[in-house]
C-alpha cells in the first residue's frame, strides 16, 4: 500500500529520481523519460473522461488504472521478483475494445483531423502523448519490457478508434488535401 506523508522529499534537488528498487537515475534517462510521458498521457485520458460518454469513461477508467501499472513496471529494473509489471492479458483487453468499438464505425475514406467534440478532440491529444510515451519506450530499448511498449502501441489505436466513436454523431472532421491552396 502507498502511503504518502510528505509530498516533498529534496531527494531530486540534484536531477535524479529514485527506482522502485532504491537505485538512482537521472531525471533524464530513459525510465523517467518514458514515466513522464506516461504520466502526461494519464492526465490527458483524465481530460477526456470529462466530457466522454459513459461508456467511453468506463473504458478510460480502466486504462487510467492501467497506466499505473505500466508506470510501475517502467519505473522497475528487470530481475526483482514479484514487481508489477503489464501483461499480455492487458494488451489483449485493448485490442478486444479496439474491435468491439470499431465494429460499429464506418471504413475510414479519408485521414481525420483531430477536432469534433470536446471527447473527442481530447481524445486525440491523449493519442498523441501516447505515441510520445512509445516513442520513449522504444528509445529505451530492453530497459522497458515488450509488454509495455505493445501496450502503449495499442492504446493509441484505441485512442482513436474512441475518437471515431466519441464523434459518431456528428461525424469525423475529414481532412481535405490541398483544401487551402
Do not use: C
Not at 60 to 68: A, C
Not at 103 to 122: M, R
Not at 162 to 173: C, K, P, Q, Y
Amino acid at each position: 500500500m502507498v502511503k504518502l506523508n510528505r509530498i516533498y522529499t529534496r531527494t531530486g534537488d540534484d536531477g535524479s529520481t529514485g527506482l522502485v528498487d532504491g537505485s538512482r537515475v537521472s531525471k533524464a534517462s530513459h525510465r523517467p523519460v518514458v514515466m513522464g510521458s506516461v504520466d502526461e498521457a494519464n492526465a490527458a485520458i483524465g481530460l477526456a473522461r470529462l466530457s466522454a460518454t459513459p461508456a467511453t469513461d468506463a473504458i478510460l477508467s480502466r486504462i487510467q488504472n492501467d497506466l499505473f501499472d505500466l508506470g510501475a513496471d517502467v519505473a522497475t529494473p528487470p530481475g526483482i521478483d514479484g514487481a508489477l509489471r503489464i501483461v499480455a492479458a492487458q494488451v489483449d483487453w485493448l485490442e478486444g475494445q479496439i474491435d468491439a468499438a470499431n465494429g460499429s464505425l464506418a471504413p475510414l475514406t479519408s485521414f481525420i483531423l483531430p477536432a469534433g467534440t470536446p471527447a473527442a478532440t481530447h481524445l486525440h491529444l491523449a493519442r498523441t502523448i501516447v505515441r510520445r510515451a512509445e516513442r520513449d519506450a522504444v528509445a529505451a530499448g530492453e530497459e522497458i519490457s515488450p509488454d509495455a511498449r505493445h501496450y502503449l502501441n495499442r492504446l493509441s489505436d484505441l485512442l482513436f478508434v474512441l475518437s471515431r466513436v466519441e464523434n459518431a454523431i456528428t461525424g469525423d472532421v475529414l481532412w481535405v488535401p490541398g483544401a487551402n491552396r
